[in-house]
């Protein structure tokens, strides 16, 4: 197996990322189609040759088996599958070997073509026939020399495969009502995030105000304090707390919670980073940007208890 390499991390705050842009080949009746897709560096470990595979019974059609990574056996998913296209049968495969949401995962790709440096402001938003085509895990479009790139919510795709875990869900006999009902502005562009997310915390009687990107949530905390400011009061009469993702298009979360720890008016607004990422790395950078706690999704007991750390008491 051989191991590509991956970069080092971006500076904290700068609004960029890297991703690798990889290709899937589709067999077509007028021949062979190139998609090409996108992941966040962070979420990759490695980019190795195509291992050989256990299979395993009464598993979803798009997991082609089990492989033995680095002494672990992790699900092998067949992206091919999930997209619902027919796969050359001469082409290469190989794997990109990931880990986030706490999950360790290889998804069979047919080329990994370069590691690309990006602005979040460059990732706009996938045309809803596009989007509808993978079943709305589209995170965002990139216009590259050879075609459109589109960048995949994977947090959508494993749940689409009942791979997506919740943990430290509340009981009936353990659910209760906040000691404190908060406003909570979330960000987060993956739906099936922000509706886990929503759940969670409209559960324990919270107020969630959803929006996709760093960008509307910090135009939404923009509106908030100009409309605090016409009647004398400060923005934590509007809103008790900010929960963010780090991997969103037009602007990141790291972005947004450094523009809200330096902005006047904003200082005393906690911020929690809430990401699939759980490295070392990406939790320093959330510290280094300000960010009062960092949480990896998504772990329902843990984000309730952050919330009502941060968010009370005035």
Do not use: C
Not at 24 to 49: H, P, Q, S, T
Not at 107 to 126: C, E, G, L, T, Y
């Amino acid at each position: 197996m051989q191991d590509y390499g991956l970069p080092e991390i971006l500076k904290t705050g700068q609004n960029e990322l890297e991703i690798i842009d990889f290709r899937l080949y589709e067999d077509r009746e007028e021949g062979i189609y190139e998609w090409i897709l996108g992941v966040n560096v962070a979420k990759v470990r490695e980019v190795l040759r195509m291992p050989t595979l256990t299979r395993v019974p009464n598993m979803p059609k798009e997991i082609e088996g089990m492989a033995e990574i680095r002494g672990e056996l992790i699900p092998v998913i067949s992206l091919a599958k999930w997209m619902g296209v027919p796969e050359p049968i001469e082409r290469k495969r190989y794997l990109l070997f990931m880990e986030f949401l706490r999950e360790k995962v290889g998804v069979i790709i047919h080329r990994a073509n370069r590691i690309r440096r990006i602005s979040w402001q460059d990732i706009k938003k996938a045309p809803d026939v596009l989007n509808s085509r993978l079943n709305g895990r589209i995170t965002g479009v990139v216009d590259v020399e050879d075609g459109l790139l589109l960048v995949l919510d994977f947090e959508g795709i494993l749940n689409d495969m009942n791979l997506l875990q919740v943990f430290n869900l509340p009981t009936q006999q353990e659910k209760r009502e906040a000691r404190e009902k908060l406003r909570i502005l979330v960000a987060e562009d993956s739906a099936v995030a922000r509706k886990i997310i929503k759940d969670i915390l409209e559960s324990a009687g919270h107020e969630v105000i959803s929006t996709e990107s760093g960008k509307q949530a910090w135009e939404k905390l923009n509106q908030m304090f100009q409309e605090a400011s016409g009647y004398g009061k400060n923005i934590r009469d509007y809103i008790d707390l900010v929960l963010t993702d780090i991997e969103m298009p037009e602007m990141d979360g790291l972005t947004l919670t450094k523009l809200i720890k330096e902005t006047p008016g904003f200082l005393n607004l906690p911020v929690i980073v809430n990401t699939t990422l759980s490295d070392e790395a990406n939790q320093q950078k959330a510290k280094t940007v300000g960010a009062d706690d960092y949480l990896v999704k998504f772990d329902a007991k843990h984000l309730l208890e952050l919330v009502e750390k941060y968010g009370g008491g005035q």
